[in-house]
DNA sequence: TGGGTCATTGCATGATTATTCACATTGTGA
DNA sequence: TCACAATGTGAATAATCATGCAATGACCCA
């Protein structure tokens, strides 16, 4: 029987307990428990153990690395292209309306919506992700939405 | 203005959509994207950015790595942590919530905004020190930026 | 406009981590 | 028990990441 159990028992404790900052630290923590290991074989260990680094150093993770991303529907043509293809949301806020898209895609929308020529869109003001619409009021922003919505292909 | 609140944005992209195994292919990436950088700004971002770094790959963090509980989800727990971190003022603008941090941080507050799973957050944009939050309404607006303010625990 | 201060960024290099190669140890089947 | 396969480990080195320093840009003020 080898020693790794019980070393990546050790090291699962040290952290948990927030102590390494760098695999040579671990090395040293662990030399003082009695484990006399090189810091290639750390390397190994922290990867069998699905340890991540992060800035101020290693983690256990929480979870698993599904990186939630933000769905997004398919496309069409023109705004219907565009929004169908980079929003995936449209909600009414007040007098506004918000389409969220994928990072980077609110610009191409917003262009799409300046010419589509609705009435009911009096300007936009476009981010990375993140599209305001004024509308004239609160159902001059209902039936937009809806209308965005049935284009994009988004249920509310 | 900078590249950085751009730049830092299609990074935060990448990274969801689990695309980035070492910082010399996300150069390439952002080479590829139109954006210019060295490796040695790269590691500057994604510390910024609280980018971990597991074994197969970048990813967003989950959590903070401590293991209380404290009753919020994860997601607000690290919601909690990056605002109180970083954000100074947080106020309500009609339907809107204006958060602001220090310089660079903004993005990785929207970050933990939109990852926290807050109904009331319809959607952000968030440049290099300010965030706005679209909310459903007025008073949805008071709601949120009073729960943040508490998260924060900034007075307001 | 010019000067001062601070932030951002690239270059170079140091620090850290991952991997290859060689060897040792352990496990397994005949 | 023996032969071979599988696994573990260290040393050396390659790959990757972090940081100091200097240059430049942004911003502010007189």
Same mark, same amino acid.
Do not use: C, W
């Given at each position: 029987m080898t020693q790794r159990p019980r070393r990546q028992s050790r090291i699962l404790e040290l952290v948990r307990a927030g102590s390494v900052s760098s695999q040579d630290q671990l090395r040293e923590l662990l030399e003082s428990h009695g484990l006399h290991v090189t810091q %290639?074989?750390?390397?190994?260990d922290l990867r069998a153990l699905g340890v991540v680094? %992060? %800035?101020?150093?290693?983690?256990?993770p929480e979870s698993n690395g599904s990186n939630g991303s933000t769905g997004m529907s398919d496309g069409q043509e023109e705004l219907a292209r565009v929004i169908g293809m980079y929003a995936f949301s449209v909600r009414e806020a007040g007098t506004m309306v918000v389409v969220r898209t994928g990072p980077g895609h609110a610009q191409i929308v917003a262009v799409g919506l300046d010419r589509s020529g609705l009435g009911d869109v009096l300007g936009t003001i476009a981010g990375d992700d993140t599209i305001f619409i004024a509308t004239p009021g609160v159902e001059a922003a209902e039936r937009l939405a809806s209308a965005l919505r049935e284009l994009a292909e988004i249920e509310a």
């Amino acid at each position: 029987m080898t020693q790794r159990p019980r070393r990546q028992s050790r090291i699962l404790e040290l952290v948990r307990a927030g102590s390494v900052s760098s695999q040579d630290q671990l090395r040293e923590l662990l030399e003082s428990h009695g484990l006399h290991v090189t810091q %290639a074989t750390l390397s190994r260990d922290l990867r069998a153990l699905g340890v991540v680094k %992060a %800035a101020d150093g290693y983690r256990l993770p929480e979870s698993n690395g599904s990186n939630g991303s933000t769905g997004m529907s398919d496309g069409q043509e023109e705004l219907a292209r565009v929004i169908g293809m980079y929003a995936f949301s449209v909600r009414e806020a007040g007098t506004m309306v918000v389409v969220r898209t994928g990072p980077g895609h609110a610009q191409i929308v917003a262009v799409g919506l300046d010419r589509s020529g609705l009435g009911d869109v009096l300007g936009t003001i476009a981010g990375d992700d993140t599209i305001f619409i004024a509308t004239p009021g609160v159902e001059a922003a209902e039936r937009l939405a809806s209308a965005l919505r049935e284009l994009a292909e988004i249920e509310a």
